[in-house]
């Protein structure tokens, strides 16, 4: 088990050190190439009422933890997410045109990253918090959200929206073996911005969004000669919110 999450954590690594450099690289040429470009390019693109296209970017997962305060063995459990994990994201994209200024987008998309939950240990006794352990929880969830995006008026190439959301998604990377363990699925808001950048093939979008997780993905555990020894850091935690930050680079 520790190999594999060794593994996977060189590969997430490996994976976001590469991605990174590779879009900003594409994102400052072809914004470079977009300022040197004539003005009006793709004019009839946003009057179609369907579009399609694919998005590529980077994820940052967090956790929104909620203690119970139980006092096990004499000690209290206290978790947090000590650092922030970049991971990797890839998607689809389809754009209905509502009206001029409205359009409604179903992206889904496939997520790849992880959270690590840093566990701390209050003793009653003597008052000494020390560090005890910390859980990787590797996710792999498949976003399926629907958003509703609002555009400003066109400016030569370029065209800045806001947009907001709610998906659902299924984590497809969810271990039972760990110390803890995230639910199947989740439900979420999400809030977004963004910008058109228009060449003369093809439509790019920065975009930043922050989706808001609404469900306790804790997972119970029951007592078994496997989980019995480790249940403590389960029952330290009355619930778990996930937040989720995604930097994309849409293309349509």
Do not use: W
Request: aromatic share 16%; glycine share 6%.
């Amino acid at each position: 088990m520790k190999a594999i999450i060794a593994f996977k954590c060189r590969f997430i690594g490996y994976l976001h050190e590469y991605m990174v450099k590779k879009f900003f690289f594409l994102f400052f040429f072809l914004l470079a190439l977009n300022n040197l470009s004539a003005q009006g390019n793709l004019t009839d693109l946003d009057y179609k009422t369907f579009r399609l296209g694919f998005c590529l970017g980077t994820n940052f997962m967090d956790l929104k933890v909620e203690h119970t305060e139980l006092i096990q063995d004499g000690k209290i459990y206290y978790a947090d997410v000590p650092d922030i994990i970049p991971g990797f994201t890839v998607g689809l994209i389809t754009d209905l045109r509502l009206q001029r200024y409205f359009n409604l987008r179903f992206t889904p998309s496939l997520l790849l990253g992880e959270r690590n939950l840093r566990f701390k240990a209050y003793d009653v006794n003597t008052g000494v918090l020390e560090d005890d352990k910390i859980v990787n929880l590797f996710s792999l969830p498949v976003d399926i959200p629907v958003y509703l995006r609002y555009s400003a008026e066109r400016y030569g190439n370029f065209k800045p929206y806001v947009q907001v959301g709610i998906g659902t998604s299924f984590d497809l990377g969810r271990d039972e073996q760990t110390d803890v363990t995230l639910s199947l699925s989740d439900y979420y808001f999400s809030a977004g911005v963004g910008c058109d950048l228009y060449f003369r093939f093809f439509k790019l979008s920065p975009e930043l969004k922050f989706n808001f997780g609404r469900m306790n993905v804790l997972t119970p555990k029951e007592i078994t000669e496997d989980t019995s020894a480790n249940l403590k850091y389960t029952n330290a935690i009355s619930r778990l919110l996930s937040r989720v930050l995604v930097f994309s680079l849409n293309i349509e």
